[in-house]
């Protein structure tokens, strides 16, 4: 067998250590808050780009199957897991070097198991002047990860792979490619232009089963005097459009310049709680008038946009101006938090004590400063509380210190539609995923993000009861309808599932073609993560 | 022969007029402002995709090599010539429909006839609320040539290939492939994102040989209140790495959201003028004493820093002040320019009719009005005015209308180096290049651009007498010891012309073998451009 001597060539080259094959250091490769998951083969922890090197090349004299991973955390899009069963998952997560850092660039160099806690705690220690952009995954997910997954995050650098400059890749036939103007022996300038001379090919290493990324250049926002960050309430679901449209252009102008996010009632009440069997007992969906009291005992409306403007105190006042007025003629409720009133909160909660009032603004307080610190950069777990909301026995102890949903046997689909950004296709958008989402007994975890100028991201979550066999097939026929209605109208999405991979290509499209040729000239053999974003 | 059987086929296929092979029409595809130029075997004009399909499918049967251009403008950096002798030239200059345009989200599909004039009498005749960036390569240059060599304009919306969304690609099997979601035949957001799902294979198809795009979705910038522009002068060579660095954090912080040109003093000079023989008789170079003296009667300093602000009107108060406060503990003046200076300037041009005082004021106004224009998208040829410098008989009757630099007989070749953005990059940058220029005795045209939030883009220029043989092979050392010690020192260049591309590739590096593998998996016959960006 091919795969058995390749085990002994990996052992021999990584030492037994770091290359495992029972069960219980498997099962984690296997564990998914999909409602599928894969086995595989082993898993190899590598720690330098060498050893990768070294690990494809056995891979390609046994023609074995890899998988790599960063840290695994890509939860809701196949976790930890290999698409295909049979693959030797290549863990990345001891890779976590920060090779470099210009302070008045600002800009890192990372390898794939450098997470979002990680470089946060390092720019905090060594006081440096810039901030990390987050996203809501949880301060253990990796940077490299997210980006080559084409991740968003909050900050005016949330379109996180435009700010990425140089990509080393090993290729499936062993070579270490430097992309940029990395190449050049002599470049200094690899950090701070990513397109580099001749074609630019960062883009086929996203998304992507084309080599494996052991490290990127990633650039930083440099830290600005203030930050405001802004929640605006919508009370009535149709009333979302008109504040799309009034805040278009905004982001347009780059007044607005990080993302915005537009989620709906149950993304907010998620936050702080898990379906409340009490209230509706064996239902799967909350009935609507449950909806309609948890929404006002939240104090929240069918949608609240949360953002964060930045800058010196005068462009923050400038911006406050410039959203008020755009806002007036809708019925949205603007408000805005600063560093002082947070300040303030906290002081008030501290005073209170305890108390029905103290524990209400404690919640508020925390989320707050939640919110400002992930536009600062430091991640919070408490975002990954949705993930949990149908898990039996709600939130784990401690949460959300070492939440990990797929090894706590949360059950979460997402779909991610890409609209145009315009109020009337977020209402249809939505009134489609209503639909589904009713029909199919779910409740809908909506946000629309504005994840560029021109675009709404949307991410619609799926999240069941997996232990409930019933309830999982359901939440699969929910998914798929989903995501086939969203494709039929057109708002194809922006990252998927593994599940949903196959479904992208029809069998007659030149662009997966192209795909498949440059994956056939790349990687011959396919050792690398076959199935992935790739034509069956 | 393949070429005469191909040519008939052409010829069946496009008519005899939109083939031709005689020797005037030929003659504008190896006129060339390098040191070298090619000649090609035919040229062909299709006007639509279906058409440029079935030319590479005929050049495909018949081993034929194909080189495409939007319309040939490609000033010193090839031109309208094919890289190596004997193509067919693939001319799509008739190819020049606006395809598609969204007041709301602000694009635009062009295809790669359409002109930097085109688009923009277009924007002013609808009076569409947007505004196309815009280089200095004058009115009728392609827009979609420009970005697929990643060019760079002059607005927020400078970084031109970060705002195409969605590109037709004619592949070199006869295959059309639409990027990002275009593919997918339901897509209604294949303009607002680029990405699409998968690989994002746009990068692909820009500085290479893989393709012919036939149109592209082209972001526009929406029309601010106001804009100013700002002209900032540096007296003293050595003080412009501290203007640099006191920039740097207004650049990075989204206060100078445009691209940011800082020109040498011959940049401003060579824009009224050219070679004054009668004060450097013999010379190839401007003697020390007369460059100052031409230095001092245009009121100018050894630098300009030229660039603008887009806004509001209290914006722009803000940023002008930011722009003065970062400035003040540097040597530089700052000037800003309104709309309301600009007429009150060419109100008083007016009412002071004849005289040097007059001349001396039009001729503010008008550079005035011409950089006021090109930051809102209003193309100007009189920034072409660089090339002619050198050039027998001067500026032609009636410059800039009209001017082809490559037909005029121009002499020029251009280096443009990728440097951190740093004043110290920058006196090293360009005191190597002061020496490399002084030897070979040519006058020095710099521009550093702040072409990104991290990067300066260098052009240097050689301007050279081409019919002077001796002193074009001295342009061709100076450029190629100037090509070579800026790849030395690390500063590799943005773009190259094509006398430079195969010094692209030392031989032994995997990003080029990875590029040849890409080529021979989409264009295996190598039909498209052959030496484009691409290994020997």
Known sequence: MGASEALEAWSALLGAGRVAVDAASLAPYSASTAARSTRPLAVLRPLTTDEVVAVVRIAARHGTALYPISVGHNWGYGDACAVRDGNVIVDLSGMRRILEMDRDLAYVVVEPGVTQAQLSDYLLREDLPMWMDCTGGGPDTSLVGNILERGFGHSPYGNRFQNVAGMRIVLGNGEVLNTGFGHFPTAVNQRIFPYGVGPYLDGLFTQANLGIVTSL????????????????????????????????????????????????????????????????????????????????????????????????????????????????????????????????????????????????????????????????????????????????????????????????????????????MRGADMLVASSLADRIFRAHQFDLFATFSMINERALGGVLTVAFDKEDAAETARARACHDQLFEEMMAAGYIPYRVGQQSMDKLDNGDDSFWRTVARVKDALDPQHIIAPGRYGPG
Not at 219 to 224: I, V
């Open 217 to 420: 250049g990633l650039w930083l926002m440099p830290k600005t005097q203030a930050i405001n960050h802004f929640l605006c309430s919508v009370e009535e679901h149709g009333d979302i459009a008109a504040v799309v449209d009034a805040l278009r252009p905004l982001r347009m102008g780059g007044i607005l310049r990080s993302i915005l996010h537009i989620g709906n009632d149950l993304r907010v009440i998620s936050g702080g709680m898990t379906f409340p069997h009490q209230l509706a007992p064996g239902a799967s969906r909350l009935p609507d008038e449950v909806r309609q009291q948890l929404r006002k005992s939240a104090g929240i409306g069918s949608w609240t946009v949360s953002g964060a403007l930045y800058g010196s105190t005068a462009q923050l006042a400038f911006a406050r101006k410039a959203v008020r007025m755009a806002l007036a003629p809708t019925r949205a409720r603007v408000q805005f938090l600063d560093e002082r009133k947070l300040a303030l909160g906290e002081m008030a909660v501290r005073m209170l004590g305890k108390g029905a009032l103290a524990h209400k603004l404690r919640a508020r307080v925390a989320l707050g400063r939640s919110l400002f610190d992930m536009n600062r950069g430091i991640p919070n777990g408490r975002f990954l509380a949705g993930a949990y909301w149908r898990r039996r026995g709600g939130l784990p102890k401690g949460f959300p210190q070492g939440a990990n949903p797929a090894l706590d046997n949360c059950g979460l689909l997402w779909v991610s539609p890409v609209l145009p």
